[in-house]
């Protein structure tokens, strides 16, 4: 088991930075691939990043890459979603999960922890 607790969000001018935080709690968060996704008002859940357990294997979606980073820190338990260049397209609610197999990562379904999400809204 592991509980996550997403901070960071808020709201932010076309262009600007924020940085999201997933503090994690619970046994063994550093055996867990962990991922960003959001949701839009009036869409589905999308993958955003995803981030290896214990290497630096990252994934991004091809609306995101060059613009966001993830990162984690084992030691503190925390994931960090770093979002530059945003645009009014990325306003939503970001949550950040587990994963609970070892490959992919893309899909929802492949996690088996949330978070409550963290609002990020961005104005043109």
């Known amino acids: 088991q592991v509980q996550l607790v997403e901070s960071g969000g808020g709201s932010v001018q076309a262009g600007g930075s924020l940085r999201l935080s997933c503090a994690a709690s619970?046994?063994?968060?550093?055996?867990?691939?962990m991922g960003w996704f959001r949701q839009a008002p009036g869409r589905e859940r999308e993958f955003v990043a995803a981030i290896g357990s214990m290497t630096s294997t990252t994934y991004y979606s091809d609306s995101v890459t060059g613009r966001f980073t993830i990162s984690r820190d084992n030691a503190e338990n925390v994931v960090y979603l770093q979002m530059t260049e945003l645009k009014p397209e990325d306003t939503a609610v970001y949550y950040c999960?587990?994963?609970?197999?070892?490959?992919?990562?893309?899909?929802?379904?492949?996690?088996?922890?949330w978070g409550q999400g963290t609002r990020v809204t961005v104005s043109s």
């Open positions: 999960a587990a994963a609970v197999v070892n490959d992919g990562w893309r899909d929802a379904a492949e996690y088996g922890f």
């Open positions: 619970g046994r063994a968060f550093s055996s867990y691939p």
